[in-house]
């Protein structure tokens, strides 16, 4: 499977937890200027921006340390044109799901942070 497939299955498994949890999809893979957003979420009145990140291993810190401060920004100025785009006024959040392998081949441990970094 190649890179695009697999990032691909990772977003249909993060987009199956936060609905299971309740939050309804109002977009899949914004691409804007600056970068784009793997799932936009409603939770409640609050729209939720979220990054999703897969590795197979845990070398170099797992899946949550890639998500830097680079990323973060180029998320925050993404999200920015997506409110402005759409004419959206409501509050905001931004929340990571983590997705690795976990210990047996099979299984996946997925986290999900929410409002894991702000404006």
């Given at each position: ?7 691909n ?9 936060l ?38 291993n ?17 998320l ?23 997705i ?7 299984s ?5 942070i ?6």
């Amino acid at each position: 499977m190649d890179s695009t497939a697999i990032g691909n299955r990772m977003e249909a498994i993060a987009e199956r937890h936060l609905t299971n949890a309740g939050l309804r999809i109002v977009e899949r893979n914004f691409r804007g200027r600056f970068g784009e957003i793997d799932l936009i979420a409603r939770d409640g009145g609050t729209l939720v921006f979220v990054e999703v990140r897969y590795r197979r291993n845990r070398r170099f810190g797992g899946a949550g340390v890639s998500v830097d401060f680079r990323k973060q920004r180029k998320l925050l100025t993404t999200a920015n044109g997506y409110l402005q785009y759409r004419k959206i006024d409501c509050p905001c959040r931004f929340d990571v799901i983590t997705i690795e392998r976990g210990d047996h081949k099979e299984s996946l441990d997925i986290d999900w942070i929410q409002n894991a970094f702000g404006q």
